[in-house]
């Protein structure tokens, strides 16, 4: 069912999209809407940063993204996959697709940096011998090869994020989503988060999206800077920077 | 699945138990606690039950004929009483029988010298034991009908009170036993909620990543069966040894008691209060972790 409903949308969706929202309106019971009226169209192998204040939109754009909420009116289609027509039960492959990185790294404390990178392959059922492979191979790619054994409470918040981005990568999503990636890191540790980002970009064709509020990290980064206000995209620049409201 | 997967989800739902193990004792305790009530009750009730049994079987009806009935008809009334189903056991008591019991202790053992001629001529009877006692009323009604049947003996008074007795243990037994579970159910829950509540980034993160709903849940419903059987083992080797000491105990100081106080034997209350157990703490440990988890799992 997933296979064809992707199949459908792709050859309805021409464009090289993997992250497509039409018209996409979202209210919650209270209050004014979280989002309203969005489109935006993100293609594969783009570095995307998504910024705005608290309350622009941006933690409901993310949710949608992973299917935990799902739209009052209009389309999200991720990878394929039509939010609308996707069944409960079909979201965990779903979100197979995704690599998701949280600013407050969400790692699991009683477990050491091996088995929480194993933990999402164990997730998807890869087989052990395949697991003992991918798993140094991800955490060679975060620079943390020699500390597969510690507990993450012995790590840095830098190298918790790097743990969380090992976890991230090692099942290979075709797209990424940081929630304020560096929200919890100092200047150093962020920029080091940030380049490897970029690297992954570049090397491995992943479709990156980072919500953050690092000015000058999207400032000096150069890339696509969606901006967001009160659920509206107000800026959308190719090699944008951070735009000062006040 | 994959087998390494099954193995995955067992070893964690080990290991779970390990990692959160001020949760585990709590669970453990808690379902202990309330399975210690339950079997401790049950014990008792079982072996009150089995008490009054015996004091009804106790409880005879003795039957007495006409005068011109023969052997021979005597023998076919004893037959259709036994074939009655309220019916445990019949016992023929013949005049001269009943007069060689009764005499020695009443008169004397030279009672064959005061009295030449057996003086309960005509009494020969049948001693009637009954396997419910509540049933008593019916035979008797059953046997005033039967031709030759001269007199009917029976203690209306002990059978209603034996009856009633009986009642009140089943309704009372019945009452206490679910609010037991009731009881049981409500504060292992709140044991289990709490100690899930605590996990629910985990489950977030599971969740997340993509877990499916089973992968996420497998572990914790292994955890509370675990928990659930480990809980119901400690009170059932508990009750295993009071039972033993009990038993000992009321044997060497009471030991007028032992008569009226038939215990059963261990072997006999615990071939149901074993299953029981079992199957309710691990039945609470599942339905416990299942349902908790659930809440956890729209992510």
Redesign the interface.
């Known amino acids: 069912m997933i296979f064809n409903n992707k199949k459908k949308k792709k050859k309805k969706d021409s464009s090289d999209a993997v992250i497509l929202l039409d018209k996409v309106s979202k209210s919650y019971s209270s209050g004014s809407p979280a989002l309203d009226n969005v489109s935006l169209s993100i293609k594969k192998g783009e570095f995307v940063f998504i910024v705005g204040d608290s309350g622009s939109g941006k933690s409901t754009l993310i949710k949608l993204l992973?299917r935990?909420l799902t739209p009052t009116s209009g389309r999200v289609v991720v990878n394929g996959y039509d939010m609308d027509r996707l069944r409960r039960?079909q979201v965990?492959?779903?979100?197979?697709n995704?690599g998701?990185v949280f600013q407050d790294f969400?790692?699991?404390n009683?477990r050491n940096v091996y088995e929480n990178v194993a933990?999402?392959q164990?997730?998807?059922?890869t087989?052990?011998k395949e697991i003992r492979k991918n798993v140094p191979k991800a955490l060679a790619v975060v620079g943390l090869a020699g500390k597969y054994k510690a507990k993450t409470k012995q790590l840095s918040g830098g190298e918790q994020q790097r743990v969380a981005l090992a976890?991230a990568l090692v099942?290979e999503p075709p797209i990424l989503l940081a929630d304020e990636p560096t929200g919890n890191l100092d200047p150093k540790n962020s920029w080091e988060i940030m380049k490897l980002l970029e690297r992954i970009n570049e090397e491995k064709g992943t479709t990156i999206l980072v919500v953050t509020h690092n000015r000058e990290i999207v400032n000096a980064m150069q890339k696509r800077v969606i901006t967001m206000k009160k659920g509206v995209i107000i800026s959308d620049e190719e090699k944008g920077g951070y735009i000062d409201e006040d | 699945m994959r087998i390494s997967t099954l193995f995955y989800t067992l070893k964690q739902g080990v290991i779970n138990i390990f990692r959160n193990k001020w949760f585990s004792l709590a669970s453990i305790a808690t379902i202990s606690a309330c399975l210690f009530l339950f079997g401790l009750f049950y014990t008792v009730i079982v072996n009150f039950q089995n008490m009054i049994k015996s004091a009804e079987e106790g409880v005879a009806i003795t039957v007495f004929f006409d005068e011109d009935v023969t052997q021979e008809q005597m023998e076919q009334i004893g037959a259709q009483i036994q074939e009655r189903s309220e019916v445990s056991r019949v016992e023929f008591i013949s005049a001269d029988q009943a007069w060689a019991d009764w005499a020695p202790t009443n008169i004397g053992e030279d009672y064959g010298d005061i009295f030449a001629e057996n003086p309960l001529v005509g009494s020969d009877n049948y001693e009637i034991y009954l396997s419910d006692v509540s049933l008593q009323r019916d035979l008797v009604t059953w046997l005033e009908s039967v031709p030759g049947v001269r007199d009917i003996k029976r203690s209306e008074l002990v059978a209603d009170t034996l009856t009633g007795v009986n009642a009140i243990v089943a309704y009372v037994s019945v009452g206490i036993i679910a609010i037991l579970l009731a009881v049981s159910v409500f504060l292992i829950s709140n044991t289990v909620v709490i100690g899930i509540s605590v996990r629910k980034a985990e489950i977030e993160i599971m969740k997340y990543i993509g877990a499916t709903d089973f992968f996420v849940r497998s572990p914790f419903v292994i955890e509370g069966i675990l928990i659930g059987l480990i809980g119901s083992g400690i009170p059932l080797a508990a009750i295993y040894a009071i039972y033993f000491e009990v038993m000992e105990y009321v044997v060497v100081e009471f030991p007028a008691l032992t008569d009226l106080m038939r215990f059963l034997p261990v072997g006999e209350v615990f071939r149901t209060l074993l299953p029981i157990s079992l199957v309710l703490g691990a039945g609470i440990g599942f339905l416990g972790s299942f349902v908790t988890v659930r809440k956890h799992l729209r992510v």
């Open positions: 992973l935990e039960r965990p492959k779903f979100r197979r995704l998701i969400r790692l699991l009683d933990f999402a164990r997730v998807v059922q087989p052990t976890r099942n």
